[in-house]
């Protein structure tokens, strides 16, 4: 039986939003320690109504067919998102955006979270905005530990 629902297929094989952006305006690398996939996320910002949206986002994927579904649905959710708001999507509501992700493969969507967390660490960088570093870094804190908490009670997922 395929594991995967139709919207992840559709994800899979018609991936929205890959390629590269000329200079982009933060751009963040992941790879999984296990698996030995790796993402890489591109970001535009606009400053818009005051307010720093992400104008446009890309991603490259070495990875599985979830680790490219949920890269290419990451970049639909924060495609036209203030940064402060892309910040606080987590990997559960990338998952949930493709219909639910099996369990084993849950670990796929936290590289989609991280790899587009480290694109608004490095425009944060480029763009001498240091002192919000340390909202990325809340923000995967919260995450670790949950992943850390899932794991220790033996939901966390590993290919
Ligand atoms: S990201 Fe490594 S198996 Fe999916």
């Known amino acids: 039986m395929n594991p995967y629902n139709p ?33 890489r996320f591109y970001i535009k910002i606009e400053s818009l109504n005051g307010q720093e949206v992400i104008s446009q986002a890309t991603f490259k994927t070495f990875g599985c067919t979830t680790a490219i579904a949920t890269s290419s649905i990451a970049t639909e959710l924060i495609k036209g998102k203030p940064v402060k708001e892309a910040l606080l999507l987590k990997n559960e509501d990338v998952a ?19 790899a587009f967390r480290a694109a608004i660490a490095d425009y944060y960088k480029k763009s001498g905005k240091e002192q919000l570093l340390e909202e990325v870094r809340e923000q995967s804190q919260i995450h670790e530990e949950k992943e850390l908490l899932s794991r220790n009670s033996g939901k966390g997922g590993k290919k």
């Open 7 to 39: 919207k992840i297929v559709d994800h899979f094989i018609n991936p929205r939003n890959v390629g590269e952006i000329p200079n982009a305006d933060g751009v963040g690398t992941v790879g999984h320690p296990s698996c030995g996939d790796i993402v």
């Open 96 to 114: 949930k955006a493709l219909g639910g992700l099996p369990a084993i493969k849950m670990h796929c969507s936290v590289l989609a979270e991280d």
